[in-house]
C-alpha cells in the first residue's frame, strides 16, 4: 500500500482515495479522460492536490457551478473544461406554495436508490430547484422522481452552464452567529448555535448524525477551532470563521455562519 495512503486519516478516506486512484490509473492506460463520482469539498481538494503530484496528471475538481462544494474530480493528460465533466443538472419545478426543502429533495433522490456520491449539490430559488448529478443517473430520476416531500414535482434535465455565468439559484440560505460559549467543544458549539441541550446534541452524535470537515464523529467532547466546519444531518451546516476574545465571565466569542 502507497505511504501516500497516509494522507486519508480514516478507513472511508481510505477507500475513496483507493476509488479515486483507480480512476487516475484508467486515465493513465487510456490516454483518455477519466472521473470520480461526487466528493464532499474537503476530500475533492486534497484529492486532486495529491493525485496530481503523485502522477503528473491533471488532477481538478469541478461540480457544475463556480461555488460548488460537492465535485468531482476529473484526471487527463491535458486541462480540462467543465464541458468535459459528466454531470447534468436535473431541473425541479413545483409549486413555490409547497416548496420542499434542501434536506426534501436530497431525500427524494436518496429515496430512489440512489447512492450519495452521485449526487452533488442541490441549489434552490422560488418555484424551482436544480440538482447537479453524475450523467448516469439522470435519465433514471427524470422518469421516476415524483414528489420532493410532500410537493409534486415536475422533472427535466439540462445540460450545466458555463459556470462563469450568474445563475439565478443560491445553494443555501445563510445566517451569521455571533456566540458565545464555555469551552470550544462540540457539543457546547453545537448547542449554543442550535439552541439545543447538552443531551440532545449527544443522542445527534450518538446516532451518527454529525459530522467535523466531513468525518463522522462519536464524541461530543472533540474540540473544534477556526474553519471547521460541522454538519449535522438533516439540520445544515455551520461553519466557524474566527474566535475572539473572552467575555468578562470567562466564556468564548465566536463568529458562525449557519447553512440552511
Known amino acids: 500500500m502507497s505511504s501516500d495512503y497516509s494522507n486519508a486519516q ?5 477507500l475513496l482515495l483507493s476509488k479515486a486512484r483507480d480512476r487516475l490509473f484508467l486515465c493513465q492506460e487510456t490516454s483518455a479522460p477519466a472521473f470520480t463520482d461526487f466528493l464532499d469539498p474537503v476530500r475533492a481538494d486534497k484529492f486532486a492536490r495529491l493525485l496530481s503530484k503523485e502522477s503528473g496528471l491533471c488532477a ?11 465535485k468531482i474530480i476529473g484526471f487527463s493528460e491535458e486541462p480540462l473544461s467543465w464541458r468535459d465533466y459528466p454531470i447534468d443538472a436535473v431541473l425541479l419545478a413545483f409549486d413555490k406554495r409547497r416548496g420542499p426543502a434542501h434536506r426534501d429533495i ?8 440512489l447512492d450519495r456520491c452521485k449526487i452533488g449539490d442541490i441549489v434552490l430559488t422560488e418555484g424551482k430547484a436544480k440538482a447537479y448529478v453524475c450523467r448516469g443517473v439522470s ?3 427524470r ?23 450568474e445563475s439565478e439559484f443560491v445553494s443555501r ?28 446534541v449527544s443522542e445527534l452524535v450518538r446516532s451518527g448524525r454529525v459530522y467535523v470537515n466531513w468525518n463522522e464523529v462519536s464524541d461530543g467532547s472533540k474540540r473544534v477551532g477556526e ?4 454538519t449535522v444531518r438533516g439540520e445544515g451546516r455551520l461553519r466557524i470563521i474566527g474566535i475572539g476574545g ?3 465571565s470567562g466564556r468564548i466569542k465566536i463568529v458562525a455562519v449557519r447553512n440552511y
Open 10 to 14: 480514516t478507513p472511508e478516506e481510505r
Open 60 to 70: 481538478e475538481a469541478f461540480g457544475g457551478e463556480a461555488e460548488s462544494e460537492r
Open 106 to 113: 436530497l431525500g427524494a433522490l436518496t429515496g430512489l436508490g
Open 139 to 141: 435519465g433514471f430520476i
Open 143 to 165: 422518469l421516476n422522481l415524483a414528489k420532493a416531500g410532500r410537493a409534486p414535482v415536475e422533472v427535466s434535465i439540462e445540460p450545466v452552464e458555463d459556470p462563469a455565468r
Open 173 to 200: 440560505r445563510e445566517e451569521e452567529l455571533l456566540l458565545t460559549v464555555a469551552s470550544l467543544r462540540l457539543d457546547c458549539v453545537l448547542g449554543a448555535a442550535y439552541q439545543l441541550s447538552r443531551g440532545k
Open 227 to 230: 474553519n471547521d466546519v460541522i
Open 246 to 248: 473572552e467575555t468578562k
